[in-house]
């Protein structure tokens, strides 16, 4: 089974500023996918951005930007020039290939933009 | 494009009482997600379908939750009868399977408290 694990519970930036996230996951699997969700004060799960972990290059959109690291099974988040609409719980998420596409969650990182 | 619809959005109920939840996914999607999402236990995947048939509904609580899917348009989950630790956020999410890691998309969430 897969699992991924957000050692970060809390974290603050101050805006304008640079945040890096934390995830990692420990698979068996060679061919998988991974994400990054937002989940703002209305509920609603954003899709952030999507890496294959058979690509090398580091997948972006915007001011996000991840930090695959394949080998140690890492896969950062950085969210650069935080604005106060960043301000959000954060999730992982792993999904094995081959497979009718589920997701596996980390259990989040709440991130406060302030003044 | 409407994205993925839910209602009601929120819901308070007695516990005895049935409790169903709606999904309308978007359209032309052939994979639906059923997740639950609590303080105490994350996001978890209750049950999927793809093309309208239930693939893995492993993480279905009890015989007290049920969900169906009678066409690519709606899907239901059903609890009868609610208890309180029932209380949670679901989600609907869908995506397309064409492929292998499509991204999932989420709907907005019900609320419901069981009283």
């Known amino acids: 089974a897969q699992t991924v694990t957000q050692s970060q519970p809390e974290m603050s930036v101050q805006e304008a500023e640079t945040v890096t996230l934390s995830c990692t996951y420990d698979?068996?699997?060679?061919?998988?996918?991974l994400f990054w969700y937002k989940q703002p004060p209305s509920r609603q799960m954003i899709l952030v951005i999507r890496q294959e972990a058979y690509k090398q290059q580091n997948a972006t959109e915007n001011r996000f930007s991840v930090n695959f690291q394949k080998a140690a099974k890492s896969f950062s988040l950085k969210i650069s020039d935080s604005q106060l609409g960043d301000t959000a719980m954060y999730f992982c998420?792993?999904?094995?290939?081959?497979?009718?596409?589920?997701?596996?969650f980390g259990t989040g990182t709440r991130l406060q933009v302030t003044l | 494009d409407a994205g993925v619809i839910q209602s009601p959005r929120h819901e308070v109920t007695e516990m005895g009482q049935e409790v169903t939840l709606r999904c309308k996914p978007i359209s032309g999607h052939n994979s639906l997600f059923w997740y639950r999402q609590t303080m105490m236990r994350g996001l978890e995947l209750l049950i999927y379908f793809n093309n309208n048939v239930p693939i893995d509904d492993s993480g279905m609580p009890e015989d007290r939750f049920s969900a169906k899917m009678p066409n690519a348009s709606f899907s239901t989950l059903k609890i009868q009868p609610s208890e309180p630790r029932d209380s949670a956020v679901y989600f609907c999410?869908?995506?397309?399977?064409?492929?292998?890691?499509?991204?999932?998309?989420f709907g907005e969430g019900s609320w419901l408290t069981v009283v």
């Open positions: 998420a792993f999904m094995k290939a081959g497979t009718a596409s589920k997701l596996t």
């Open positions: 698979t068996s699997e060679s061919n998988y996918y």
């Open positions: 999410a869908s995506s397309l399977r064409q492929g292998e890691g499509n991204t999932i998309y």
